[in-house]
């Protein structure tokens, strides 16, 4: 097996940021049929997101692509999802703007002790996911009853709290990654000149 597959469902993923986002805008607020079609499509993309990962895992075939692109993929369809819903139906941007800051920061974080060490993703960060996804597939769904609304708006404030509690773990994880390798250095020899390149980061 290679790398194909699971980069496809990545990469997947990726176009399927600016379609759900279109859909969204497009449906100006209606809750017609390019509201189903966003939910539609952003449900089968966060579905990739398990199956990339679980596929290059069992088949052995982790991919600098895959390290890279499937964190920025994971993101993006956050970010850019819950922008549109925002924009769209107008509920509060300041849960945006923390898990903006916040995935932001914890990922230049990441990429800046790439060479050292690679930080896993925590069952904090495993379960910020699961709330986001579950925030936002609630806020997609056209005609929502009440209390669909209040689980989407309740469910994303507690993703908003997992994310700040949990990038304040990875915030001192990091620094401690870059004290301990800044104080000792590795030496610059000619055979290590490839480090030099930027680094592929992240588990898939």
């Given at each position: 097996m290679n790398a194909t597959v699971p980069n496809l469902l990545t990469g997947a993923r990726l176009v399927a940021v600016p379609v759900v986002l279109w859909l969204l805008v497009?449906?100006?607020?209606?809750?017609?049929?390019?509201?189903?079609?966003?939910?539609?499509?952003?449900?089968?993309?966060?579905?990739?997101?398990?199956?990339?990962?679980?596929?290059?895992?069992?088949?052995?075939?982790?991919?600098?692509?895959?390290?890279?692109a499937d964190p920025?993929?994971?993101?993006?369809?956050?970010?850019?999802t819950l922008a549109g819903i925002v924009a769209v139906d107008g509920i509060p941007w300041w849960p945006l703007a923390v898990l903006a800051v916040r995935e932001i920061g914890v990922t230049v974080g990441r990429l800046a002790v790439a060479r050292d060490a690679v930080i896993p993703a925590s069952r904090g960060g495993k379960l910020k996911t699961?709330?986001?996804?579950?925030?936002?597939?609630?806020?997609?769904?056209?005609?929502?009853?009440?209390?669909?609304?209040?689980?989407?708006?309740?469910?994303?404030?507690?993703?908003?709290?997992?994310?700040?509690?949990?990038?304040?773990?990875?915030?001192?994880?990091?620094?401690?990654?870059?004290?301990?390798?800044?104080?000792?250095?590795?030496?610059?020899?000619?055979?290590?000149?490839?480090?030099d390149l930027p680094p592929h980061d992240g588990p898939r």
């Open positions: 497009a449906d100006a607020g209606e809750n017609g049929s390019l509201r189903v079609w966003a939910l539609l499509v952003f449900l089968l993309a966060a579905a990739t997101d398990y199956w990339d990962g679980y596929l290059a895992r069992r088949w052995e075939v982790v991919s600098p692509f895959g390290k890279l920025i993929a994971d993101k993006a369809l956050v970010l850019f699961v709330l986001q996804l579950l925030a936002l597939t609630a806020y997609l769904i056209p005609h929502p009853a009440a209390w669909i609304d209040a689980v989407a708006w309740w469910s994303l404030l507690a993703a908003v709290a997992v994310a700040v509690a949990t990038g304040i773990h990875y915030s001192i994880t990091i620094a401690r990654v870059a004290r301990a390798h800044g104080a000792n250095p590795p030496p610059a020899t000619p055979a290590s000149a490839a480090d």
